[in-house]
Each structure stands twice: as C-alpha cells, then as structure tokens.
C-alpha cells in the first residue's frame, strides 16, 4: 500500500477511526504531520487534508481554475472571473477580493490564474 493511499482510506473529516494492520504500518512509517494517531485510532490531519486534496476528483459542478483578466467596459476597468466551468463573473475592482474569497469557499483546491496579457475592450 502506498502512502497516498493510506491517506485516502482516511475519512476527510471525522473523529479518529480504526484502520487495518497495512494502513497503520503505512502511516507509522510516512512523514510526520499528514495524518494524526490518537492510540490505535487514526485521523488526517490538517496538512493531510491539504495534500490529499489534489488526488481527490473535483465533485461535479465545482470550480477547479479560474482565470483573472482586466478588461475595460464602457472605458471602466473591470475584471473578467473565467471559471472552468464556462461561467464568467464581471467584478470591479472593490468586489475583486470578496468574489476570489467566495470562490475559494465554496471550491476548496480552486486554482487562480492571472492573466496579464493586453486587452481590448470587452464585448
């Protein structure tokens, strides 16, 4: 069995369970600070969490990447969101750091690409 998945077999958020004889050996011999042992018991920890994320498939309908481009509209600067998702946010730039927040939130692992590229107008 191989550290990662080890890792896996963990449950993403719950108290810490029993794990089979083959995922604790896994685990008492990987890196120190990925998954936490409380006795025989087992639990991913915080820094577990984080890294587990980028081999977990993305859920259905969620956001993995988002490019962040400046457009100017009616001669205003504002910024394009270009989720993967085919959706497109238009924010100023007061409302910038709140949607990139909000995104974040509800799309843990979310990805943000700034493009900085010269623009047109936006149509």
């Known amino acids: 069995m191989t550290f990662i998945e080890a890792l896996l077999s963990l449950p993403e958020y719950c108290q810490p369970q029993l794990v089979d004889q083959q995922v604790a ?3 008492a011999a990987s890196p120190a600070g990925f998954a936490r ?4 018991r ?3 920890s915080d820094r577990g969490r984080r890294f587990v ?8 309908g969620s ?3 988002v490019v962040v481009r400046l457009v100017m509209e009616n001669g205003v600067p504002v910024f394009d969101l270009r989720c993967d998702s085919g959706r ?3 924010v100023n730039k007061s409302g910038l750091q709140r949607s ?6 509800a799309n843990p692992g979310v990805k943000f690409v700034f493009d900085y590229r010269r623009s047109g107008d936006a149509s």
């Open 25 to 27: 050996a896994t685990l």
């Open 37 to 40: 042992r409380q006795g025989v």
């Open 42 to 44: 087992w639990c991913l």
């Open 53 to 60: 994320l980028q081999f977990k498939p993305a859920p259905p």
């Open 63 to 65: 956001v993995t990447h």
């Open 88 to 90: 497109v946010l238009r």
């Open 100 to 105: 990139l927040l909000r995104l974040q939130t």
